[in-house]
Protein backbone atom coordinates (compact mmCIF):
# COMPACT_ATOMS: atom_id res chain seq x y z
CA UNK A 1 0.00 0.00 0.00
CA UNK A 2 2.79 2.49 0.78
CA UNK A 3 3.84 2.21 -2.51
CA UNK A 4 0.56 3.48 -4.22
CA UNK A 5 1.92 6.33 -6.66
CA UNK A 6 5.74 5.41 -6.43
CA UNK A 7 6.12 6.04 -10.77
CA UNK A 8 6.83 8.99 -12.35
CA UNK A 9 4.01 7.78 -15.26
CA UNK A 10 1.01 7.84 -12.63
CA UNK A 11 -1.15 10.45 -13.58
CA UNK A 12 -1.92 10.98 -10.25
CA UNK A 13 1.76 11.45 -10.05
CA UNK A 14 1.59 14.05 -13.29
CA UNK A 15 -1.03 16.43 -11.99
CA UNK A 16 1.02 16.61 -8.68
CA UNK A 17 3.91 17.87 -10.69
CA UNK A 18 2.06 20.19 -12.61
CA UNK A 19 -0.81 21.50 -10.02
CA UNK A 20 2.52 22.09 -7.45
CA UNK A 21 4.48 23.40 -10.18
CA UNK A 22 2.60 26.41 -10.10
CA UNK A 23 3.85 27.11 -6.90
CA UNK A 24 8.00 27.59 -8.46
CA UNK A 25 6.47 29.95 -10.81
CA UNK A 26 4.18 32.18 -8.75
CA UNK A 27 5.92 35.14 -6.31
CA UNK A 28 6.87 34.45 -2.96
CA UNK A 29 4.22 36.70 -1.29
CA UNK A 30 1.97 34.16 -3.26
CA UNK A 31 3.36 31.32 -2.28
CA UNK A 32 2.94 32.37 1.88
CA UNK A 33 -0.77 33.18 1.31
CA UNK A 34 -1.52 29.87 -0.14
CA UNK A 35 -0.13 28.16 2.80
CA UNK A 36 -1.92 30.32 5.27
CA UNK A 37 -5.02 29.98 2.99
CA UNK A 38 -4.45 26.08 2.55
CA UNK A 39 -3.41 25.51 5.91
CA UNK A 40 -5.64 28.03 8.38
CA UNK A 41 -7.31 29.77 6.85
CA UNK A 42 -10.31 27.93 4.85
CA UNK A 43 -11.12 25.99 7.50
CA UNK A 44 -11.54 29.24 9.50
CA UNK A 45 -13.78 30.49 6.12
CA UNK A 46 -15.82 27.07 6.69
CA UNK A 47 -16.49 27.72 10.15
CA UNK A 48 -17.65 31.09 9.27
CA UNK A 49 -19.86 30.28 6.78
CA UNK A 50 -21.51 27.67 9.05
CA UNK A 51 -22.07 30.52 11.65
CA UNK A 52 -23.52 33.06 8.95
CA UNK A 53 -25.97 29.99 7.92
CA UNK A 54 -27.22 29.55 11.59
CA UNK A 55 -27.76 33.30 11.48
CA UNK A 56 -29.58 33.72 8.64
CA UNK A 57 -31.53 30.81 9.09
CA UNK A 58 -32.58 32.24 12.62
CA UNK A 59 -33.37 35.45 11.43
CA UNK A 60 -35.47 33.57 8.55
CA UNK A 61 -37.21 31.37 11.14
CA UNK A 62 -40.11 29.05 9.95
CA UNK A 63 -41.53 25.73 10.88
CA UNK A 64 -38.07 24.02 9.41
CA UNK A 65 -35.63 26.24 11.70
CA UNK A 66 -35.31 23.25 14.13
CA UNK A 67 -34.51 21.43 11.03
CA UNK A 68 -31.82 23.47 9.46
CA UNK A 69 -30.35 24.36 12.51
CA UNK A 70 -29.97 20.65 13.14
CA UNK A 71 -28.21 20.23 9.72
CA UNK A 72 -25.79 23.08 10.89
CA UNK A 73 -25.36 21.57 14.07
CA UNK A 74 -24.21 17.88 12.23
CA UNK A 75 -21.96 19.96 9.82
CA UNK A 76 -19.07 20.13 12.25
CA UNK A 77 -19.99 17.11 14.09
CA UNK A 78 -20.26 15.14 10.77
CA UNK A 79 -16.56 16.47 10.09
CA UNK A 80 -14.83 14.97 13.46
CA UNK A 81 -16.42 11.62 13.05
CA UNK A 82 -14.66 11.36 9.64
CA UNK A 83 -11.57 12.34 10.80
CA UNK A 84 -11.91 9.71 13.18
CA UNK A 85 -12.92 7.36 10.51
CA UNK A 86 -9.55 8.37 8.69
CA UNK A 87 -7.30 7.48 11.65
CA UNK A 88 -7.49 3.45 10.87
CA UNK A 89 -7.76 4.47 6.71
CA UNK A 90 -4.45 6.06 7.32
CA UNK A 91 -2.97 3.49 9.29
CA UNK A 92 -4.29 0.53 7.06
CA UNK A 93 -2.93 2.31 3.47
CA UNK A 94 0.46 3.57 4.84
CA UNK A 95 1.16 6.17 2.07
CA UNK A 96 3.76 8.59 2.43
CA UNK A 97 3.58 12.26 1.89
CA UNK A 98 4.71 12.98 -1.85
CA UNK A 99 7.65 14.30 -0.78
CA UNK A 100 9.00 11.77 0.81
CA UNK A 101 9.11 9.83 -2.63
CA UNK A 102 9.29 12.29 -5.38
CA UNK A 103 12.38 14.99 -5.79
CA UNK A 104 11.94 18.38 -7.10
CA UNK A 105 8.55 19.39 -5.31
CA UNK A 106 7.88 22.76 -3.63
CA UNK A 107 7.13 22.28 -0.52
CA UNK A 108 4.94 24.89 1.15
CA UNK A 109 4.78 23.41 4.60
CA UNK A 110 7.44 21.77 6.08
CA UNK A 111 6.92 19.16 9.08
CA UNK A 112 4.60 17.11 7.86
CA UNK A 113 5.20 13.23 9.09
CA UNK A 114 2.38 11.55 9.06
CA UNK A 115 0.71 9.38 6.66
CA UNK A 116 -0.93 11.05 2.81
CA UNK A 117 -3.99 9.25 2.11
CA UNK A 118 -6.96 10.55 2.97
CA UNK A 119 -6.40 14.59 3.86
CA UNK A 120 -7.90 15.37 6.44
CA UNK A 121 -7.99 19.29 5.22
CA UNK A 122 -10.34 17.91 2.20
CA UNK A 123 -12.39 15.57 4.94
CA UNK A 124 -13.16 18.13 6.91
CA UNK A 125 -14.07 20.91 4.28
CA UNK A 126 -16.44 18.41 2.56
CA UNK A 127 -18.38 17.30 5.50
CA UNK A 128 -18.96 20.65 6.35
CA UNK A 129 -20.01 21.60 3.22
CA UNK A 130 -22.06 18.41 2.31
CA UNK A 131 -23.56 19.27 5.81
CA UNK A 132 -24.25 22.81 4.79
CA UNK A 133 -26.20 21.81 1.56
CA UNK A 134 -28.38 19.55 3.49
CA UNK A 135 -29.10 22.97 6.02
CA UNK A 136 -29.45 25.32 3.19
CA UNK A 137 -28.77 25.09 -0.80
CA UNK A 138 -27.20 28.31 -1.63
CA UNK A 139 -24.65 28.09 1.50
CA UNK A 140 -24.05 24.61 0.46
CA UNK A 141 -22.41 25.78 -2.81
CA UNK A 142 -20.67 28.24 -1.33
CA UNK A 143 -19.57 25.39 1.16
CA UNK A 144 -18.74 22.78 -1.24
CA UNK A 145 -16.92 25.46 -3.39
CA UNK A 146 -14.44 26.26 -0.54
CA UNK A 147 -13.75 22.25 -0.09
CA UNK A 148 -12.64 22.17 -3.68
CA UNK A 149 -10.50 25.06 -3.12
CA UNK A 150 -8.88 23.38 0.13
CA UNK A 151 -8.33 20.34 -2.24
CA UNK A 152 -6.71 22.12 -5.06
CA UNK A 153 -4.61 24.34 -1.79
CA UNK A 154 -3.14 20.77 -0.49
CA UNK A 155 -1.79 19.67 -3.54
CA UNK A 156 -0.20 23.39 -4.53
CA UNK A 157 1.51 23.07 -1.41
CA UNK A 158 3.50 19.58 -2.54
CA UNK A 159 1.65 18.07 0.91
CA UNK A 160 -0.85 15.47 -0.80
CA UNK A 161 -1.68 13.54 -4.40
CA UNK A 162 -4.44 14.73 -6.27
CA UNK A 163 -6.29 10.65 -4.91
CA UNK A 164 -5.13 12.12 -1.43
CA UNK A 165 -8.12 15.02 -2.02
CA UNK A 166 -10.34 13.05 -3.76
CA UNK A 167 -10.29 10.48 -1.21
CA UNK A 168 -11.40 12.42 1.24
CA UNK A 169 -14.05 14.21 -0.28
CA UNK A 170 -15.39 11.03 -0.87
CA UNK A 171 -15.02 10.34 2.89
CA UNK A 172 -16.53 13.40 3.92
CA UNK A 173 -19.40 13.15 1.85
CA UNK A 174 -20.13 9.54 2.61
CA UNK A 175 -20.01 9.98 6.51
CA UNK A 176 -22.51 13.31 6.22
CA UNK A 177 -24.81 11.88 3.77
CA UNK A 178 -24.78 8.07 5.12
CA UNK A 179 -25.36 9.07 8.96
CA UNK A 180 -27.49 12.16 7.96
CA UNK A 181 -30.63 10.59 8.75
CA UNK A 182 -29.79 8.85 12.27
CA UNK A 183 -28.22 12.34 13.34
CA UNK A 184 -31.06 14.33 12.15
CA UNK A 185 -33.37 12.01 13.79
CA UNK A 186 -31.97 12.93 17.12
CA UNK A 187 -30.64 16.66 16.58
CA UNK A 188 -34.32 17.84 15.03
CA UNK A 189 -36.35 16.83 18.15
CA UNK A 190 -33.60 18.19 20.40
CA UNK A 191 -33.51 21.52 18.63
CA UNK A 192 -37.45 21.78 18.39
CA UNK A 193 -36.95 21.58 22.76
CA UNK A 194 -34.41 24.13 22.29
CA UNK A 195 -36.96 26.24 20.23
CA UNK A 196 -39.66 26.12 22.43
CA UNK A 197 -37.34 27.32 25.56
CA UNK A 198 -37.60 30.70 27.21
CA UNK A 199 -33.91 31.11 27.92
CA UNK A 200 -32.50 28.93 24.72
CA UNK A 201 -34.93 29.68 21.70
CA UNK A 202 -32.67 32.00 20.44
CA UNK A 203 -30.69 29.58 19.02
CA UNK A 204 -32.56 28.45 16.99
CA UNK A 205 -35.32 31.56 16.01
CA UNK A 206 -34.40 34.83 16.45
CA UNK A 207 -36.54 36.77 19.04
CA UNK A 208 -38.84 39.07 17.56
CA UNK A 209 -41.35 40.54 20.50
CA UNK A 210 -43.43 42.46 18.71
CA UNK A 211 -44.06 40.23 16.00
CA UNK A 212 -45.53 37.19 18.19
CA UNK A 213 -49.16 36.72 18.46
CA UNK A 214 -49.05 37.03 21.93
CA UNK A 215 -47.17 39.68 22.16
CA UNK A 216 -49.86 41.44 19.66
CA UNK A 217 -52.32 40.69 21.89
CA UNK A 218 -50.92 42.06 24.76
CA UNK A 219 -50.25 45.20 22.99
CA UNK A 220 -53.63 45.55 22.04
CA UNK A 221 -54.89 44.95 25.30
CA UNK A 222 -52.70 47.84 26.49
CA UNK A 223 -54.00 50.20 23.78
CA UNK A 224 -57.65 49.36 24.59
CA UNK A 225 -58.01 49.90 28.11
CA UNK A 226 -57.21 53.31 29.03
CA UNK A 227 -59.96 54.14 26.00
CA UNK A 228 -62.22 51.76 28.27
CA UNK A 229 -61.66 53.16 31.64
CA UNK A 230 -62.36 56.75 29.70
CA UNK A 231 -65.68 54.98 28.23
CA UNK A 232 -66.80 53.82 31.87
CA UNK A 233 -65.95 57.87 33.59
CA UNK A 234 -68.03 59.15 31.03
Same mark, same amino acid.
Given at each position: ?????????????????????? =??????????????????????????????????????????????????????LAAGIAV??NVPIRGF?????????????????SGKTDYS???????????????????????????????????????????????????????????????????????????????????????????????????? =???????????????? =??
Open positions: MAGLAESGSNPDVDLLYDINGL =AKDAPHWFDRLMEYVGEYGLLLAMVVLVLWCWWSVRRRGGQDAASSVAALVWAPLVVQRPRPFLDHQGLDVLVFVSDHATITMAMGVGLFVANRKFGVAGIALALLEGFCRVYMGVHYPTDVVGGFALGTAVTLLLSPLAMALLTPLLKAVEGSAWAGWVVRARRGSTRPEAV =ADQRDERRAPSEERDL =AA
